[in-house]
């Protein structure tokens, strides 16, 4: 995903014939079209997104115990929010740099944007907005871009629930939404180095948004250690969720919300060719998300004797996580294949953390993380533009810089404001001790 390309807005704008809508005098038809067509793209594309922070609350608040439920709803509305809030005041920019404010905006790519607030376009533009913002409008590119940052931050809510502080989440959810994120993105997304060096190629951000989440959440993880109890005696001791029916839902709604996160990255619905690449790319979805719920419903059948359904929750997002570096370019049996490798991926990567006492209550690491990771270099599979080394060295790239810029916002929370819930409010649930609300006050705690 890489907007703001005058070549391609170009060859866009020079492709595609005219709709036959009504138009002003002297207006190219052909103009006009791309940019309402692209536009409403990043529209809906952007609002199926939006509904994937529903499917991450709804994930979370199944997988954790009724005491913390009502804490992982107000983290999840919080962070979204929040997001919403820096990456218009900071993040855009950021990700997108202008022109010559970019340290190293040259022909090599650049490394840092602009410090500074969004700008839509004026109220009321005419047709020669097309000319003067793009092939679509600045309001919609924003919009879509918003949703993705957001959703990086969701990840990381996940793994460190019924145990972390409210108020240091919502103070890195910032700085992740606001500088870590966009930066890395502008690497790629925003014709920096990755992109013009490295010929990285990631289509929807397989590293870009899910390994990023993955990589801040294995560093909160780390310094918050984990949850009182999990680990005892040499055993891992399970904590069942409160809800699975919610946590399926969840998992249903961020399926149904990739197909606007992988298809809206197409950033192009003007010509013929780019609607048959999006029908594609909805297809080859799909086919992942199957693709890796089955292979996990069979790999703990194998290994547990019965289906765990947690794992096929997980397996089908590993699955979709998988797929997001490269939708277009497989068929639809590669595309089910890279699906099922990443729904394997989670039945294993899910234990091996617990071996090392990493506590992950709902995935997240082995799903965005793991998965993301095998996904970006399963490009190389069926895109013949892919290098080894161009996909493996930026994964490095931005996981080193993710990681250790993360671990260190987490240490300094950590310092200045405690990172981590007394014990007694562990044990009492977050819920009451943290909020002074409980999300099922009609029943025990869990």
Not at 93 to 100: A, C, E, F, Q, T
Not at 204 to 219: F, I, K, N, P
Not at 322 to 347: K, M, N, R
Request: charged share 10%; net charge negative.
């Amino acid at each position: 995903m890489k907007l703001k390309n005058p070549l391609l807005m170009a060859t866009i704008a020079a492709a595609v014939p005219g709709f036959g809508f009504a138009q002003e005098a002297g207006v190219n038809a052909s103009t006009d079209s791309v940019f309402i067509f692209n536009s409403l793209l990043f529209l809906i594309g952007g609002f199926l997104v939006f509904w994937m922070a529903a499917g991450f609350a709804m994930l979370e608040g199944g997988l954790v115990r009724s005491k913390n439920v009502t804490m992982q709803m107000t983290k999840n509305i919080a962070l979204f929010s929040l997001a919403a809030i820096f990456y218009y005041l900071i993040g855009y920019n950021l990700m997108y740099p202008l022109g010559s404010w970019s340290i190293g905006a040259d022909e090599t790519g650049g490394y840092l944007g602009a410090f500074g607030p969004a700008v839509m376009e004026a109220v009321g533009v005419t047709s020669d907005a097309a000319d003067d913002y793009g092939y679509a409008s600045t309001g919609s590119d924003f919009f879509f871009q918003l949703m993705f940052c957001a959703a990086t931050a969701s990840i990381v809510s996940g793994a460190l629930a019924e145990r972390i502080k409210l108020w240091p989440f919502l103070v890195f959810t910032i700085i992740l939404t606001g500088i870590i994120y966009p930066i890395q993105a502008s690497w790629k997304w925003g014709g920096g180095f990755l992109d013009s060096q490295w010929g990285f190629l990631d289509f929807a951000g397989s590293t870009v948004v899910h390994s990023v989440g993955g990589w801040a959440a294995l560093a909160g993880a780390i310094i918050l250690g984990p949850r009182l109890g999990k680990y005892k005696d040499g055993r891992v001791n399970p904590m069942p969720g409160s809800n699975l029916q919610m946590a399926t839902l969840g998992t249903f709604i961020l399926w149904l919300g990739w197909f606007g996160f992988n298809g809206g990255s197409q950033l192009a619905m003007g010509t013929v060719g780019d609607v048959a690449d999006i029908s594609r790319i909805f297809a080859n979805t799909n086919a992942a998300a199957a693709g890796g719920a089955v292979a996990a419903l069979i790999m703990t059948q194998i290994m547990y004797k019965k289906p765990d359904l947690t794992m096929i929750l997980n397996g089908a997002l590993a699955g979709l996580v998988s797929i997001t570096a490269e939708p277009l370019t497989p068929t639809l049996g590669s595309a089910t294949l890279i699906g099922a490798v990443g729904g394997v991926i989670v039945v294993f990567a899910v234990p091996f953390l617990d071996k090392m006492k990493i506590d992950d209550v709902v995935g997240a690491i082995p799903v965005h993380l793991f998965a993301g990771i095998w996904g970006t270099m399963a490009v190389l599979l069926t895109n013949s533009d892919a290098t080894f080394m161009g996909q493996l060295g930026p994964i490095i790239i931005v996981g080193v810089f993710v990681f250790v810029v993360s671990l260190v916002v987490w240490v300094v929370l950590k310092g200045v404001m405690g990172i981590r819930v007394s014990e007694e409010a562990e044990i009492n649930g977050l819920d009451t001790t943290e909020l002074g609300m409980e999300a099922y006050p009609d029943f025990s705690k869990g």
